[in-house]
């Protein structure tokens, strides 16, 4: 089992250049999320998919789009990158709602957008 | 009021000793509280989680809520040099689908 798997791990962008970062989990769990890790900020939800074919916003989802692809992948969009989305991007997900299940994380993006 | 707060630290106990963890938090009706741990440059992973107003131990690891006080702390007996780490504090939200607000985080460091 390689659980919650993340690509790529490290990149680096220049403002208004747009890309996706992919996310694949092989724990048929439903629910699916993404978070933001700045420093000093704790993580910070950006977008979640409760189940396949639904994603709904989270904390900060502003100049971000997401995609359920299917049970495994959830992917997340930059259209126009900015230096405010500077971070490190973590993938998660759930067998059901985060409240009352554990959450299992991806190894994390660290994305740079000068 | 931050939704979830916790003291960034860092808390420097020696090696052996009691590392206490606390955080608040500001929804009263939260059900569901969480503790995972973040090696450095590392992702998150669960500790311990805990429901129900009281103390729940696992191993060297404690949980107590107290839902009054809107308060949830983290006991780690016997530290090691290995539990240096950060350790979020994270709350279920009650509005809509069932996600978590995680605190900032305490930087732990247990000095041998």
């Known amino acids: 089992n390689a659980g919650v798997t993340q690509t790529p791990k490290f990149q680096v962008l220049k403002t208004g250049q747009s890309m996706t970062l992919q996310c694949a989990q092989d724990?048929?769990?439903?629910?699916m999320y993404w978070y933001r890790q700045d420093p000093g900020m704790g993580l910070r939800l950006i977008y979640y998919s409760a189940s396949e074919g639904t994603t709904d916003k989270g904390e900060v989802p502003n100049g971000y789009n997401v995609s359920r692809l299917n049970k495994r992948e959830f992917s997340l969009r930059l259209e126009s990158a900015a230096p405010s989305q500077t971070s490190v991007y973590f993938c998660?997900?759930?067998?059901?709602?985060?409240?009352?299940?554990?959450?299992?994380f991806g190894p994390g993006t660290r994305l740079t957008v000068l | 009021q931050k939704e979830v707060e916790q003291n960034s630290g860092p808390l420097s106990v020696p090696e052996g000793a009691i590392a206490s963890l606390n955080c608040t938090y500001s929804d009263r009706g939260s059900q569901s509280f969480f503790w995972y741990r973040q090696y450095s440059g590392k992702s998150p992973e669960l500790i311990m989680f805990i429901y129900s107003n009281g103390d729940k131990e696992d191993g060297r690891f404690t949980a107590q809520l107290n839902k009054a006080s809107q308060y949830v702390s983290l006991l780690i007996r016997d530290s090691q040099p290995s539990d240096s780490a950060t350790y979020l504090c994270a709350v279920n939200r009650r509005s809509g689908y069932s996600t978590l607000t995680f605190g900032k985080g305490t930087m732990l460091l247990v000095s041998p």
């Open positions: 724990m048929n769990h439903n629910s």
């Open positions: 998660a997900s759930s067998e059901g709602g985060a409240g009352y299940n554990e959450q299992f």
